[in-house]
């Protein structure tokens, strides 16, 4: 998100906002998250405001599916 943002204020390429959800859904999402807020950056987005909190979400339910087999 630092990359992103500061690329953001001079007027530079970008990150593609695809690139930064898939970073998230493959293990990133809770460093996208302290990101987006640390740095305000997407944070009116609604693709990031609601879809990172999910997939952090998701990713906690499938790590408790993992570790809890023995429950189902």
């Given at each position: 998100?630092?990359?992103?943002?500061?690329?953001?204020?001079?007027?530079?390429?970008?990150?593609?906002?695809?690139?930064?959800?898939?970073?998230?859904?493959?293990?990133?999402?809770?460093?996208s998250?302290?990101?987006?807020?640390?740095?305000?950056?997407?944070?009116?987005?609604?693709?990031?405001?609601?879809?990172?909190?999910?997939?952090i979400?998701?990713?906690?339910?499938?790590?408790?599916?993992?570790y809890?087999?023995?429950?189902?």
């Amino acid at each position: 998100m630092y990359i992103d943002k500061s690329r953001s204020k001079r007027s530079q390429w970008r990150i593609r906002e695809n690139t930064l959800i898939i970073i998230a859904i493959f293990g990133g999402s809770i460093g996208s998250y302290l990101g987006m807020k640390n740095f305000r950056h997407k944070t009116k987005h609604s693709k990031f405001k609601y879809g990172i909190p999910f997939i952090i979400f998701i990713q906690i339910v499938i790590i408790f599916l993992i570790y809890n087999k023995d429950i189902l």
